[in-house]
């Protein structure tokens, strides 16, 4: 049996409307797809090994199982990360992943903006799923430089979508990441950062890749 797991992007909730896409397409299917809040309540102490640790929380439940797993934007880098740490995931399908988190956001982070003084201890952030502004404690940099020495080099089957016009991921980041990789594939589409211009493709894409790699979404026999 495979478990299906779909983690959301930075910010945001399994409410996103990618998410939602998603969990309307194997519910059709009869599916469980798990859809985990990855701040666990407590975004101002978001961490990537908070979010790691909720994921391997769910996949230590089942240890039995195979694991089939999509990730949006961070959430795309977190699924990259639990696929090279994690051998029962056999699959990833990745939605501009974040690649190269601690490199981008420190920077800005240091920088400042117009919310934001430089380096500041508590960082004002719109969640997207909350819809409202909200502060993010600044220890998230240091606890991602341990992650950022984790090897994104194991090879299985994985497929990125990218939107040529994100200005949040530079398409490069995708770009290097599957010219490394023999078992991954890049498509690039004329889309921003969030892809919904093409989620109904994404969503129809994403059950393809699994089936053309062993993971049909059969539906769930109770």
Request: proline residues 4%; aromatic residues 12%.
């Amino acid at each position: 049996m495979i478990k299906f797991l779909y983690l959301h992007g930075f910010a945001s909730s399994p409410s996103s409307n990618k998410a939602r896409a998603f969990k309307e397409k194997f519910d059709a299917l009869g599916i469980h797809l798990e859809i985990p809040s990855l701040d666990g309540g407590d975004f101002k102490n978001l961490t990537l090994s908070s979010q790691m640790s909720i994921i391997n929380q769910y996949v230590d439940r089942y240890p039995d199982e195979k694991f089939a797993v999509i990730g949006s934007s961070m959430g795309g880098y977190l699924a990259a990360l639990a696929a090279n740490l994690r051998p029962e995931i056999k699959t990833a399908y990745l939605m501009a992943p974040g690649f190269n988190f601690l490199n981008r956001w420190k920077k800005k982070w240091e920088e400042g903006d117009e919310n934001n003084l430089p380096s500041a201890k508590n960082i004002k952030v719109f969640h997207y799923g909350l819809n409202e502004w909200c502060y993010l404690d600044s220890g998230l940099f240091a606890d991602a430089m341990k992650w950022d020495s984790v090897s994104l080099d194991k090879e299985l089957p994985t497929r990125i979508v990218h939107g040529i016009h994100d200005d949040t991921v530079p398409i490069q980041e995708s770009r290097h990441y599957a010219s490394v990789l023999k078992s991954c594939d890049l498509v690039e589409l004329d889309s921003d950062h969030g892809l919904l211009s093409h989620i109904d493709w994404i969503v129809e894409d994403c059950a393809d890749f699994f089936s053309i790699n062993g993971i049909g979404l059969q539906p769930n026999i109770s």
